[in-house]
């Protein structure tokens, strides 16, 4: 006996696509050096639109923009997450990426999301971006979900 396959027809949601036409927003977690940061700072850093300057490679992404203030003068070397988000002394944030160094001495205001660095990496020179903050249990409740789609779906 014959049995026709059913065709299994999938869509990516909307969600999962990610636009570039606009300012791409970026999620980021704060750090335990976030608050570290005045509060002037920190709503700087997260109001302003910054750019992808050419200054992009595995090592990490530089942006120019407004330039955020650390008033503490330095810090102790120590390890570095992917994703992290450093603030050098001349304020413009540097994201650093999966060859980044393996320690670093500038602060660092957060961490984007796996979502976040991901449309990161599809960016060009010229991109703007702009952050958010997210909450660490929201971001890792929407990659659980994101993983369990696509694990699914293939």
């Known amino acids: 006996m014959y049995h026709?396959?059913?065709r299994l027809v999938?869509?990516?949601p909307a969600s999962f696509i990610p636009d570039y036409?606009?300012?791409v927003i970026l999620e980021v977690i704060p750090s335990y050096q976030y608050l570290e940061?005045?509060?002037t700072q920190r709503q700087r850093f997260f109001d302003s639109t910054?750019?992808?300057t050419p200054q992009m490679d595995r090592m990490g992404c530089r942006l120019s923009g407004n330039a955020v203030e650390f008033d503490k003068s330095s810090l102790i070397s120590e390890g570095i997450a992917l994703g992290a988000v450093q603030i050098p002394a001349d304020g413009q944030p540097i994201v650093l990426l999966k060859?980044?160094?393996t320690i670093g001495g500038y602060p660092k205001i957060g961490c984007l999301t796996n979502k976040s660095l991901n449309r990161l990496a599809q960016c060009a020179p010229g991109t703007q971006v702009q952050f958010v903050e997210k909450d660490i249990f929201q971001a890792e409740s929407e990659r659980v979900i994101e993983q369990r789609f696509f694990h699914h779906s293939i």
């Open 10 to 12: 999938t869509r990516v």
């Open 99 to 101: 060859d980044r160094q």
């Open 4 to 6: 026709q396959r059913a």
């Open 21 to 23: 036409k606009e300012a």
């Open 37 to 39: 940061f005045s509060r």
């Open 50 to 52: 910054y750019t992808i």
